[in-house]
């Protein structure tokens, strides 16, 4: 069937693990239990003000307040995408089954 009549639909647990996704956006994640360090990536910062949770994939930021529930919020304001194109691009943008 070509994809223009396939339905697609989020899958949340196809989303990349958190550690490994902020990884390879170049983010070094510091410290050590739930809540890691890290540069925030969305305003000019020197002293890490980002907190990323390393299960769940949150992050927020004490300067900026920039801040979202998982990497897919992430990949969408670093990138600059809306829903569908993030979760594509993360592969986590499927045929229904
Ligand atoms: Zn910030």
Redesign the pocket.
Known sequence: MPDNFRRFVFNRRMLPKPADYYASEGLRLLGRGAWRDAL????P?TNP??RVHIDKGAFR??????HGGDVLAFHMKSHGLRFTEAAKSLGAWLPAP
């Open positions: 925030c990536p969305f305003h910062d003000s980002m930021c004490m300067v900026c307040g920039a």
